[in-house]
């Protein structure tokens, strides 16, 4: 199993030289507790949680899995012990308001620790993870009486939340929903259905469940507009804030998963369950979408956690394991055979890895200085500021939950295939890595649910190119300085350059074509999001090279070797993974009628 060591050189690197958040935080509202030496101690303490608690569980919790008698889930050994050293260090609350018993931190501070605790061990993540979406649409949309009720507890994580959207009938396509809510005369709803795969649906780590559920009134309309939400809570609460009668919610089943199986995945029931209209009437849809879209980032970093933990799993094992000898001759001579490392296309595996982590962590950085220039806008009442930042997060967010998972199973399975048959066998733990971040690719909107909402939704629709062209010309502006460089730099900037030109031409190309031809954006949506991601990606390992030749030019530091590592991993990227968006781009501008022309009938197993 991958002994779990958390990155921090890199994530140092990435938040005080690449992207200045010693600096960004100092322009915050509720950044001044985020002075460099706060955040060195919260990356200090959620690194020493995450390897010394949380790693060690990750096995044997995937190994034992979770168990459910008559609606009773009992979580792995070791994990409710863990979770009351969670809520104890004060982990739940770092980016939620004082008012509520919270740090009040910038967003992107929990993002650092969400990273390092989904490396270490993602099937106990999402317990916690669930209750962000939960409490920051409690935050934006609850009345007063509501945040006072729920909040307090949900952001100790004495309890914990989820989010009730699909059921058996119906996964993205919320227009089906059939849970109804039943208005009483005092003001609640009695809410009857059945969600399925309700991630921390049901568990024995916390005193209450607060569940947000989507669900249709009487009189509503049918379609997404007659869609409401709901707060269900697991345990009804008096009005002095302690738990009172259980609620007609219940969880029918475990769902028998491939990976995460020590995340309880459940079946939930509500059976005229108490129910309290969160949000406005029939506006459900836009409320949940606040849950959306922090899930959405959420399953992106999860990408990066496991393209990061199989690397650590494979890396040591390449450098121990010997097997043959170099192609160019000898290199341990005092063994008969060599280490795995020393074979070219081992190290191609190895540096593939190691490109997804670096580059994906860096797109993600990026993204979570957006998500607090949101919060912030939002706290200043600054409606003009906020819908600039959203767009901009909705540009990144289907690139970054699409793309980036993508990457991740690809990062997983390369583990695997390093150790070979070892990466097989299930006490080596990296087939666990494999089957876990299979999951990534699918909740919270397939791939292919990104990829129509990154062209159909952002591109044609709401923005009509202009969030590709603002992106681009980023792109532009970071390497026209360096087009006349010699060396790795200099190479780099003018690919990235002919690249935003490409991604420039190629969008408007798409929208031409899509105008006569409406079955472009679904057969496009897919090698578009793909082939967005490797640009993006390019991007962000330009400005991690530019940064590490700069240290490097000045010399006189201790970290000559890491720097170096930066310039050849991108020079890596460059010349082995962004041509593959070459492919991308030639199958997106390809004829739809090679998908469409066959008839239906002809789809059969002859």
């Not at 962000?132 to 935050?139: D, I, P």
């Not at 280490?339 to 860096?362: F, K, N, S, Y």
């Not at 997983?412 to 990534?440: C, F, P, T, W």
């Amino acid at each position: 199993m991958p002994q779990y060591k958390a990155p921090l050189r890199d994530m140092r690197f990435q938040l005080n030289e690449v992207f200045d958040y010693a600096g960004h935080y100092a322009s915050q509202p509720n950044g001044e507790d985020a002075s460099p030496d706060m955040v060195d101690a919260i990356l200090e303490g959620a690194a020493t949680f995450c390897e010394e608690v949380l790693a060690p569980l990750n096995l044997s919790g995937d190994q034992e899995g979770c168990t459910i008698n008559d609606g009773v889930v009992t979580t792995p050994k070791g994990f409710k012990e863990a979770y009351g050293e969670y809520v104890a260090g004060g982990w739940q609350g770092i980016s939620h308001p004082k008012e509520f018993g919270g740090q009040e931190l910038p967003m992107s501070l929990n993002l650092l620790k969400s990273e390092m605790m989904g490396t270490a061990n993602w099937s106990f993540t999402m317990y916690p993870g669930l209750s962000l979406g939960c409490m920051n649409t409690v935050f934006q949309f609850g009345s007063p009486a509501q945040k006072a009720t729920y909040m307090p507890p949900l952001v100790s994580g004495e309890w914990t939340g989820t989010m009730c959207l699909t059921e058996p009938q119906c996964g993205t396509d919320l227009a089906q929903v059939k849970t109804k809510a039943e208005p009483q005369a005092d003001g609640t709803y009695l809410v009857s259905g059945t969600k399925i795969f309700i991630s921390a649906g049901e568990h024995d780590m916390a005193g209450n469940i607060i569940h947000i559920v989507l669900a249709r009134m009487p009189d509503s309309p049918k379609g997404t507009r007659g869609i409401s939400l709901f707060i269900v809570p697991k345990f009804l609460v008096n009005k002095d804030g302690s738990l009172g009668a259980r609620n007609g919610v219940k969880a029918g089943a475990l769902e028998h998963k491939m990976g995460i199986r020590a995340s309880a995945t459940c079946v939930m029931n509500f059976d005229g369950a108490v129910g309290y209209l969160i949000a406005e009437k029939n506006k459900g849809l836009e409320a949940m979408f606040t849950f959306m879209n922090t899930a959405r980032v959420g399953t992106a970093v999860q990408g990066l956690a496991h393209a990061e933990l199989s690397y650590q799993g494979a890396l040591p094992y390449a450098k121990e394991r010997r097997s043959m000898r170099a192609l160019t001759g000898k290199k341990d001579a005092d063994h008969p055979n060599d280490a795995l490392i020393w074979h070219a296309d081992v190290r191609r595996m190895l540096l593939t890895q190691r490109a997804v982590t670096e580059g994906a962590r860096a797109m993600i950085y990026s993204a979570a200085k957006i998500a607090d220039n949101m919060v912030s806008a939002i706290g200043e009442g600054n409606n003009a500021k906020y819908e600039e930042y959203d767009n901009r997060l909705g540009f990144f967010t289907p690139i970054l939950k699409g793309f980036i998972t993508e990457m991740g199973l690809e990062a997983a399975n390369i583990g695997m295939q390093v150790l070979g048959g070892h990466g097989y066998i299930k006490e080596h733990g990296m087939e666990q890595i494999a089957r876990d971040a299979r999951i990534s690719t699918l909740y919270e909107g397939t791939t292919g649910i990104q990829a129509l909402d990154l062209l159909g939704r952002k591109v044609l629709l709401q923005t009509r190119g202009k969030c590709i062209m603002e992106f681009t010309n980023e792109m532009i502006a970071q390497a026209k300085p360096h087009l006349l460089d010699g060396g790795t730099i200099g190479k780099l900037a003018r690919a990235s350059f002919k690249r935003a030109i490409q991604w420039k031409i190629l969008t408007v190309r798409i929208m031409l074509r899509a105008a006569k031809d409406r079955d472009v954006v679904s057969a496009a949506c897919h090698d578009y999001l793909m082939y967005s991601g490797y640009l993006m990606m390019g991007h962000f390992w330009l400005k991690q090279a530019i940064v590490a030749n700069e240290k490097l030019a000045k010399g006189g530091n201790d970290s000559a070797e890491f720097y170096k590592a930066k310039l050849q991993t991108a020079e890596f990227y460059f010349d082995r993974m962004l041509p593959r968006a070459n492919g991308h781009k030639a199958m997106m501008l390809a004829p739809t009628s090679s998908i469409m022309q066959m008839d239906n009938e002809h789809f059969n197993f002859s």
